[in-house]
């Protein structure tokens, strides 16, 4: 079975300046997805970056980057010149590759809860 | 257009009453999902159906029962619920294609009150 592990239940950070969010995760799988989303306080979850375990590079969009080190089963979360609309929990998730024609379980880790302080 | 609307927002409904949950979307994704989440927790899979067919029911008690009438709209039909179901009920949607997982889209939820 596969979990995911996000160690810091809540984070804040000054507004402009960087933090990483942690993630660790536990597989036997050698073909999977890993996924960061968003959760704004009252609103929609939506999706901030993905990452193919296939590939070597790290995935970025715009100010969110992750470090994906597959061998040590960890993919954190940098977000850059952070924001006030950047304050939401935050999940990481896994997704095994699945059969053709069907989707998955996506296993989320517990939150980590992000304060962006003005 | 990259939305999931669900309806309605909120519901309160007795441990007697018969309810249903409206999920929609229009970005032609063939699979759909049910989530149920408590507060301050992630979300907990409760179904999925790939091309209007149930593909995944992670146990969930009958009281709780799925339909896909068609490829835009996903249903959850609700009965003598306990007062533990409470909690916000979301509703995601995602494209099909070989093995690949791709992106969910989530809905805004429904918050459930069972009195």
């Known amino acids: 079975a596969q979990t995911v592990t996000q160690s810091q239940p809540e984070m804040s950070v000054q507004e402009a300046e960087t933090v990483t969010l942690s993630c660790t995760y536990d597989?036997?799988?050698?073909?999977?997805?890993l996924f960061w989303y968003k959760q704004p306080p009252s609103r929609q979850m939506i999706l901030v970056i993905r990452q193919e375990a296939y590939k070597q590079q790290n995935a970025t969009e715009n100010r969110f980057s992750v470090n994906f080190q597959k061998a040590a089963k960890s993919f954190s979360l940098k977000i850059s010149d952070s924001q006030l609309g950047d304050t939401a929990m935050y999940f990481c998730?896994?997704?095994?590759?699945?059969?053709?024609?069907?989707?998955?379980?996506?296993?989320f880790g517990k939150g980590t809860k992000l304060s962006v302080k003005p | 257009d990259t939305e999931v609307t669900q309806t309605p927002k909120h519901l309160v409904m007795g441990m007697t009453n018969k309810k249903s949950l409206k999920c929609e979307q229009h970005m032609g994704h063939r699979a759909m999902y049910w989530y149920k989440q408590k507060a301050k927790k992630p979300p907990e899979l409760m179904f999925v159906?790939?091309?209007?067919?149930?593909?995944i029911n992670e146990s969930v008690p009958s009281r709780f029962s799925p339909e896909c009438p068609n490829s835009s709209l996903l249903n959850l039909h609700l009965h003598a619920l306990q007062p533990e179901d409470s909690a916000l009920y979301l509703c995601?949607?995602?494209?099909?294609?070989?093995?690949?997982?791709?992106?969910?889209?989530f809905g805004p939820g429904t918050r459930l009150t069972v009195t």
């Open positions: 998730a896994f997704m095994k590759q699945g059969k053709v024609g069907s989707q998955g379980n996506l296993i």
């Open positions: 995601a949607s995602s494209q099909v294609a070989g093995q690949i997982p791709y992106e969910q889209y």
């Open positions: 159906y790939s091309y209007e067919k149930l593909s």
């Open positions: 597989t036997s799988e050698n073909n999977y997805y």
